[in-house]
């Protein structure tokens, strides 16, 4: 059982910046590849960024590329997500997921899912 708890949401203006963590539970942090996914109410849940267990392999949604940073600390057992020149268009609830294995891009293969932070953007 892995426990994650994301922070660092928050409003800010547009071109501004946040930076988010995700706390992991548990010695085996490590074993996981990690990813960062947005939601907007109504909306499905969508891929943002992900890492492998090493940090040595990313992937980026098209439309973060360039502007989100994703990077793992495993000694702290955090993941984080860097969002540099935000646009209104990125107001959406963040989460971060664990998944053994491989980088992938598609949410239904993580097995646990933080409770998400709100980031909001304004124009």
């Known amino acids: 059982q892995v426990r994650l708890v994301e922070a660092g949401g928050g409003l800010v203006q547009a071109g501004g910046s946040l930076r988010l963590s995700c706390a992991a539970s548990g010695r085996t942090f490590s074993t996981y590849a990690m990813g960062w996914f947005r939601q907007a109410p109504g909306k499905e849940r969508e891929f943002v960024a992900a890492?492998?267990?090493?940090?040595?392999?990313?992937d980026y949604a098209d439309s973060v590329k360039g502007r989100f940073t994703i990077s793992r600390d495993n000694a702290k057992n955090t993941v984080y997500l860097q969002m540099n020149s935000l646009k209104p268009e990125d107001t959406r609830v963040y989460y971060c997921a664990a998944r053994f294995g491989a980088v992938v891009t598609g949410p239904e293969t993580y097995r646990y899912w933080g409770q998400g932070t709100q980031v909001t953007v304004s124009s």
């Open positions: 890492i492998s267990r090493s940090g040595s392999s990313t």
